[in-house]
């Protein structure tokens, strides 16, 4: 079992001083042991010398160890953005399947760090540059893959195009159509861009702010939303706006793909080791599955 969770910038000092304290009170012991019994002894006689020397070896000791324990607890701070069906804001706090995966895992690594949702951006970018964070669920690309280091995979996704239903001169059978198209709107720092500008798209806004992509094709200001299929018809339905925006009929998706979960490149291995294996138990001991379950979803279609 993984050890606690403590934060060394609180209670380090604390181990230091106490330490400190316990070194003079073991020499004032010391000391006074010599002094009252000893009178006519050299302070420095060998005797003490040996007992002065065992004291600072088991302080050290005990240092050595309290500092190990420090460097072992896994304090990795879990940020994600809001995406249904995987993480869910919700009155009561936070649900969905990757927050109650994550929950899982942190519960089996010793993690008591509280998930912190922010917009995709900030979150991707604190991840990035920071050491000490995770970043989930989010794709591994080729354009990704070495700036950060890996668990999983723990989900599929796939993403398609989505227009403005009242677009019906918008016919949309393949990539060349999409290319021909005056917009076609996509988050920063997504898989979405990458793909698309690797695949030689001309004609894309970059969107910025949170949620504003969905709200520029809802208002007809742009043609085309590549997003994650699932997740964008369970948004829709739940909005009552299944009719008003709908996926274009392309018969595969654009990308096809695996979700993970992202650690800042500079995160130990024996970190990330410790997390692929209680995914992985996670997998094994059919928790995982009673968690889809929970969201309507099997390991069957979750992983296709």
């Known amino acids: 079992m993984s050890p606690p969770i403590i934060k060394t910038d609180i209670y380090f000092p604390f181990m230091i001083m106490n330490i400190s304290i316990l070194t003079i009170q073991n020499l004032k012991f010391h000391y006074n042991e010599n002094y009252y019994h000893n009178k006519n002894k050299n302070f ?13 070896v088991k302080n050290i000791i005990f240092l050595f160890t309290c500092f190990l324990f420090v460097l072992n607890a896994d304090e990795i701070q879990p940020l994600t953005e809001s995406w249904e069906p995987y993480q869910i804001e919700t009155k009561d706090g936070l649900e969905g399947i990757g ?3 994550i929950k899982e895992i942190q519960k089996r690594v010793g993690n008591k760090k509280e998930i912190k949702v922010f917009p995709w951006k900030r979150s991707y970018n604190i991840t990035l540059n920071k050491k000490g964070y995770a970043l989930f669920l ?10 950060f280091k890996w668990v999983g995979p723990v989900n599929s996704m796939k993403i398609k195009f989505f227009k403005n239903a009242s677009r019906k001169d918008l016919s949309i059978n393949s990539i060349e159509d999409a290319k021909k198209v005056s917009s076609i709107i996509v988050a920063e ?16 806004e970059i969107n910025t702010i949170s ?20 997740s964008f018809i ?5 909005m009552k706006l299944e009719d008003k925006i709908i996926p274009v009929k392309m018969k595969e998706p654009i990308i096809k793909s695996q979700l993970y979960i992202a650690f800042n490149k500079k995160t130990d291995d024996k970190i990330i080791k410790k ?26 279609t979750s992983f296709k």
């Open 44 to 56: 420095y006689d060998f005797f003490y010398i040996i007992k002065f020397l065992g004291v600072i």
């Open 99 to 101: 927050i109650d995966l």
């Open 138 to 147: 989010t794709t591994k690309s080729k354009h990704r893959e070495n700036f």
């Open 189 to 204: 720092n997504t898989i979405s861009e990458e793909t698309l500008r690797e695949l030689g798209f001309k004609n894309l």
């Open 211 to 230: 949620n504003g992509s969905f709200y520029k094709l809802l208002e007809n200001k742009v043609d085309l939303y590549p997003v994650e299929y699932d």
């Open 234 to 238: 369970y948004k829709l339905k739940k």
């Open 275 to 300: 997390w692929q294996k209680a995914l992985d138990d996670i997998k094994n001991d059919g928790t995982y599955k009673r968690i889809l379950e929970r969201y309507g979803k099997s390991e069957e």
